[in-house]
């Protein structure tokens, strides 16, 4: 059983598949939603959080490859598990580079489908804050300087020992460190005075 209720949409045009996952995974400790569209699927995702998402490749209107796609930009810290009848290779490759964490193949087996959720949720990142949340930070804390300060050098140091106590991965903190070190230089190149013109 699942110690705390972990939430998971489940997306197929299949009723029958639909009722059975239900079944299967409100009886393992999931609250579980079930939709039988990609379009339903983005509305729903919109409006609530979902630990892990069951998704069918072939859905009427907006496919599961595009719903996939919309998790991954939108959706980071939702593991994405592909339930589908379509045994392709590249189909599965394609869907592990959108992020799914797992790509299973009907006729399935609840116990395969249980592990694949239990693997999924064990080793999802706890946080996946977007790279604009260490902005806002970076801009409370220059908001708290004083502007005489070695300005640039104390926002970084600042900005990432507040992104570590948020929980922010670390090698989030990394990428924008580097971002905000290229943003420095560029400034520095621009407000460098020119060298006097001769008389």
């Not at 592909?82 to 797992?102: H, P, Q, R, Y």
């Not at 604009?132 to 970084?156: C, N, P, Q, W």
């Amino acid at each position: 059983m699942v110690s705390q209720k972990s939430s998971v949409l489940i997306v197929d045009d299949e009723p029958v598949v639909c009722d059975v996952l239900h079944d299967e995974l409100s009886e393992q400790g999931y609250l579980c939603t079930t939709v039988l569209s990609g379009d339903d699927a983005l509305a729903k995702l919109a409006t609530q959080d979902f630990d892990a998402v069951l998704l069918d490749i072939r859905l009427p209107g907006m496919s599961g490859m595009e719903v996939l796609r919309e998790i991954w930009l939108n959706h980071g810290n939702t593991a994405t598990i592909m339930i589908t009848a379509i045994n392709d290779v590249d189909t599965a490759v394609e869907a592990m580079k959108l992020g799914a964490s797992d790509y299973i193949v009907k006729p399935f087996d609840l116990d395969r489908v249980n592990t694949s959720i239990r693997t999924a949720l064990e080793t999802k990142p706890a946080t996946a804050k977007p790279p604009a949340e260490m902005d806002a930070i970076a801009r409370g804390v220059e908001a708290k300087l004083d502007s005489f300060s070695s300005y640039s050098r104390l926002v970084t140091q600042r900005t990432m020992d507040i992104a570590r106590q948020l929980g922010i991965a670390e090698e989030e903190i990394e990428r924008w460190v580097v971002a905000k070190a290229k943003l420095d230089a560029k400034a520095h190149r621009t407000i460098k005075p020119s060298p006097d013109k001769p008389k």
